[in-house]
């Protein structure tokens, strides 16, 4: 029995299949749809159909009472407003919690921070990035190395708490020579005393692109580290 005959029946209502008979043997023929049996939701066309059976079969001496079905009317209007509002409060928040395409444009010709081993020394000289590090550390050290693999420079950070730490690169090697243009390929390590810290470098480099993934994304294309999305980002130049 569905939610609705389950309503009618408290009234003292009774549905009938099409060729029932009745106790004089007369075949009925008043008919039921059955299009709706099986759903368990209400709409208002129910609540006004419900409403309209419980006025027709009411007691004459014992009459509704106008109060209770006011009130009744008055609660399903305010939950009919509830669940629109709820579902227009979805739609609002599901927008505003994903970047569009053409929120994305504007990171291209920006330079970002994102994780990465690959860096470009700035247009000024020397370089920037920094380590990403889940736990405090007793020491950091970043490395700087050229296209061939061979170390330019060994930064010695000492301890660090954990987050984004920030480290800065005049573009000299540890013999105080010019390291040139790049690329450098940065890698780090930490510890904590007892054992490594997990870490990761974080590179600054240029947004070149932006496109649309398959999961209807924004996807950014920045040079020397690949296709990431803005989730990715730790901080925009």
């Known amino acids: 029995m569905s939610d609705f005959d389950t ?5 003292g209502i009774t549905r009938y299949d099409a060729g029932t008979t009745s106790t004089t043997g007369t075949t009925l023929n008043n008919t039921t749809d059955t299009s709706q049996l099986g759903t368990t939701d209400m709409d208002v066309s129910d609540f006004l159909a419900l409403m309209t059976a419980q006025l027709k079969n009411q007691d004459p001496f014992e009459p509704v009472d106008n109060s209770q079905m006011v009130a009744q009317m008055a ?5 009919s ?19 569009s395409l053409n929120d994305a444009i504007g990171y291209v010709g920006k330079t970002v921070l994102v994780e990465g081993s690959t860096a470009y020394p700035r247009t ?22 050229d296209a061939d693999g061979n170390t330019l420079k060994t930064i010695e950070m000492g301890a660090q708490d954990s987050g984004a730490v920030a480290w800065e690169w005049d573009g000299t090697t540890d013999s105080g020579e010019a390291a040139g243009d ?9 510890t904590d ?10 590179v600054w480099a240029p947004v070149s692109a932006v496109s649309m993934g398959s999961d209807g994304k924004p996807v950014l294309s920045v040079t020397g580290v690949g296709n990431i999305t803005t989730d990715a980002i730790w901080q925009v130049g």
């Open 7 to 11: 309503t009618l029946s408290s009234l």
């Open 75 to 79: 609660q399903f209007s305010s939950l």
């Open 81 to 99: 407003g509830i669940t629109e509002m709820s579902s227009t409060l979805k739609t609002i928040a599901s927008q505003l919690s994903t970047t």
């Open 124 to 145: 000024s000289g020397g370089l920037a990035g920094a380590v990403a590090l889940a736990d405090d550390a007793t020491n950091v050290t970043v490395t700087i190395k």
């Open 182 to 190: 790049g690329p450098f390929t940065v890698s780090t390590i930490a």
């Open 193 to 202: 005393g007892t054992g490594n810290v997990s870490s990761a470098p974080l």
